[in-house]
């Protein structure tokens, strides 16, 4: 009996040792792992942005090294607080979601911005999900966007998180790009149809010279922007005066009124 004691005794100090003498050293790896993200991100804006290394190396290194450390269990909880003095790093009020959005300089008018979301699924398991890879070219849409702000929403059944983020297209607009993303199961999916008479994305244009002053009111739930409408003559969208406001009713942000003023 006093034999066996000892055995598991040993046995809990040995796997006690193992773990601490582990973690440092996956705190090295990631921070080696940042440091390489750092130096590839700087890589970006160096003056021959339209290289063959630009392109077709140093861009999709970064997106795949930064993939793969964000899968690694143990960098959920890693700050990655030399990273995000480079590139944009938001965390949601619960700790559960984490976005990191940059620039890939590679298109000095219609900015490239790549976007990857880290989570925990309902299952306890990190994992990460692309929210834009910059192809937006492609698509039409306005999902390539510095990530700015996160915001828990609850309807007390499930959590959702609105995202609010900034980009531009060129042509002397930027636009503004709201959405809302919830957790199921593995997933990490978009509301659809969560913003009054809009898609899967609240989208706002604007003259580069304008601001969007949008505001939220996280107590009543209320989002407010600057309202802006197309000119069709020059295909811009002009600041009317006005102030559009929705507020969230569990479900849907609805447009409760426009103010005559801004």
């Known amino acids: 009996m006093r034999k066996t004691y000892i055995l598991l005794l040993f046995f809990n100090l040995f796997v006690g040792l193992a ?4 973690s440092p050293g996956d ?3 990631i921070e080696k792992v ?3 993200l750092i130096d590839l991100y700087r890589d970006f804006w160096s003056p021959d942005n339209d290289s063959y290394e630009h392109h077709n190396n140093n861009v999709p290194s970064f997106h795949k090294k930064l993939e793969a450390i964000l899968l690694q269990t143990n960098s959920f909880s890693y700050p990655f607080a030399k990273l995000s003095k480079n590139i944009k790093v938001r965390v949601s009020a619960d700790k559960r979601l984490r976005i990191f959005s940059w620039d890939d300089n590679t298109n000095t008018q219609w900015r490239k911005i790549g976007s990857i979301a880290q989570y925990l699924d309902d299952y306890g398991q990190v994992r990460t999900r692309w929210l834009s890879v910059g192809d937006e070219q492609i698509t039409g849409e306005f999902t390539d966007v510095w ?4 915001h828990a929403l609850s309807n007390g059944k499930q959590t959702r998180y609105m995202t609010i983020g900034e980009g531009t297209h060129g042509d002397g607009s930027h636009h503004l790009s709201v959405q809302m993303l919830y957790i199921s199961g593995k997933d990490l999916l978009r509301c659809q149809n969560c913003f009054d008479n809009a898609s899967n994305t609240l989208v706002i244009q604007a003259i580069v010279i304008d601001h969007f002053n949008l505001m939220y009111d996280e107590t009543l739930q209320e989002l407010s922007y600057s309202t802006f409408e197309r000119d069709e003559a020059s295909g811009l969208y002009i600041k009317t005066g006005e102030r559009t406001k929705l507020r969230y009713n569990g479900m849907q942000f609805k447009i409760t009124e ?4 801004d």
Do not use: N, P
């Not at 990530?147 to 996160?150: A, Q, R």
């Open 147 to 150: 990530v700015y702000g996160i």
């Open 34 to 36: 940042e440091q390489e």
């Open 27 to 29: 705190t090295m790896s």
């Open 258 to 261: 426009r103010a005559k003023r």
């Open 19 to 22: 773990s601490a003498l582990a």
